[in-house]
């Protein structure tokens, strides 16, 4: 199949190691989820991140949440965890369940937007999971999408909205989920769902009882 200039099937010998190189160098990509496509950059890099901010034309004061490797990612990016936060991952992660937990403080101050928290996420997709551990540490990713435009399901998709803005559109195909992930906030008490997605309200009651 032929693809747009920019655009590269996941499946393309080297792809991935593109993509990796590119957020190594403090590039910004797009990248398929198990959500919806998402522009993806290295989350300790703050020019990178403001990079993003720009392409997204985002405002500044909406952080950006985190794509992790594995549950062992949360120890590097999160202090003070509740113990929620582990059952929690055990009963939805890989899956679209974010958290929103104390930040650890090396995190940049642009990628948080000045907030004390960080939203992180275990996707269900082998390509972020794959590039965050490339990279050493989590991706700081959001929806490749113009700033509240519909979010993107295909890389077809995300080129009609970003086109010549990324150096890399991975495609691996329309996103299974299609839909942005579930937000949990762990850091009020009760907890408090701030976006309902593929998890929902039901799901979480556990947890939203004298939390």
Same mark, same amino acid.
């Given at each position: 199949?032929m693809l ?19 957020l190594k160098s ?7 989820t ?14 990178a ?8 034309e985002?405002?500044?004061d909406?952080?950006?949440p *985190?794509?992790?490797?594995?549950? +062992?990612?949360?120890l =590097?990016v /999160?202090?003070d !965890? $509740?113990a ?9 992660w890989?899956g679209?369940?974010t958290?929103?937990v104390?930040?650890a403080d090396? *995190?940049?101050?642009?990628?948080t +937007?000045?907030?004390? =928290?960080? /939203?992180v996420? !275990? $996707?269900?997709?082998r390509?972020?999971r794959v590039?965050?551990a490339?990279?050493?540490r ?13 979010s993107?399901?295909?890389?077809e998709?995300?080129f009609?909205q970003?086109n010549?803005r990324?150096?890399l559109i991975?495609?691996d195909?329309p ?22 997605g593929?998890i929902t ?11």
């Open positions: 199949m747009r200039a920019g655009i590269r099937a996941v499946s393309d010998p080297g792809a991935l190691d593109q993509a990796l190189a590119l403090g590039e910004v990509i797009a990248l398929p198990d959500t919806v496509y998402g522009v993806a950059a290295d989350c300790a890099n703050a020019a991140i403001a990079r993003l901010y720009e392409i997204k985002r405002p500044r909406r952080p950006i *985190l794509l992790l490797a594995g549950e +062992a990612d949360l =590097s /999160a202090v !965890l $509740p929620a936060v582990w059952e929690l991952a055990r009963a939805f890989p679209g369940l958290l929103v104390p930040a090396w *995190l940049p101050d642009i990628r +937007a000045g907030q004390p =928290s960080v /939203a996420r !275990l $996707p269900d997709h390509v972020p590039l965050a490339g990279l050493g989590p991706l700081a990713v959001t929806s490749a999408n113009i700033s509240d435009q519909p993107p399901r295909t890389a998709e995300v009609e970003l010549s990324l150096p991975l495609d195909g996103a299974a989920g299609g839909v942005a992930s579930t937000i949990l906030d762990l850091t009020t008490t009760p907890f408090r769902i701030l976006r309902e593929p309200r039901e799901q979480l009651a556990p947890w939203l009882v004298g939390a």
